[in-house]
């Protein structure tokens, strides 16, 4: 069984910070901040913008809105392994290319108009689309984890 963690407390974690040191350089209380990392609070966007900036974690925008009440309209973003991504993007982009789905986006958006009879293409080229966009997400992700890992901790 796979133990929960939250996304802001991994964020501090992965950067070596305590809960204090974090809070204060956060301008919270620590009370607040153990309230978002226990999930019995919502952190508002302007504090998230700031632990995105002090843990170096960018990736933790996207985990933060696709918590929210938006997260519906992102793609679904898995946890992967580094090289997995890497290996998935490149043969979805190699796909793409090879069966000429660009040339066919093209041809059906130049004029400005989705006729009824390109419909189906066309929406079959936007979920290829936004599963490469859902990939490369995985991929970014998979790249801070490993930086992180890896020497990213500046502190």
């Given at each position: 069984?796979?133990?929960y963690?939250n ?29 978002y990392?226990q999930d ?23 985990q ?35 069966t ?6 093209l041809?059906?958006n ?46």
């Amino acid at each position: 069984m796979r133990h929960y963690q939250n996304i802001y407390q991994t964020a501090r974690e992965l950067k070596g910070l305590t809960q204090e040191t974090a809070a204060e350089r956060l301008d919270i209380s620590v009370e607040s901040l153990g309230a978002y990392e226990q999930d019995r609070r919502r952190p508002p966007d302007s504090t998230v913008l700031r632990m995105i900036q002090l843990y170096d974690v960018p990736y933790l925008c996207y985990q933060h809105i696709a918590a929210g009440d938006l997260g519906g309209m992102l793609p679904e973003v898995q946890s992967k392994p580094l090289e997995q991504a890497t290996m998935r993007l490149v043969r979805l982009i190699g796909k793409f290319a090879k069966t000429g789905r660009l040339d066919q986006l093209l041809e059906i958006n130049e004029d400005g108009v989705i006729t009824s009879e390109e419909r189906p293409l066309h929406d079959a080229i936007m979920a290829e689309l936004r599963e490469i966009m859902a990939t490369y997400l995985e991929l970014d992700c998979a790249a801070q984890k490993e930086s992180a890992q890896c020497g990213g901790n500046r502190d």
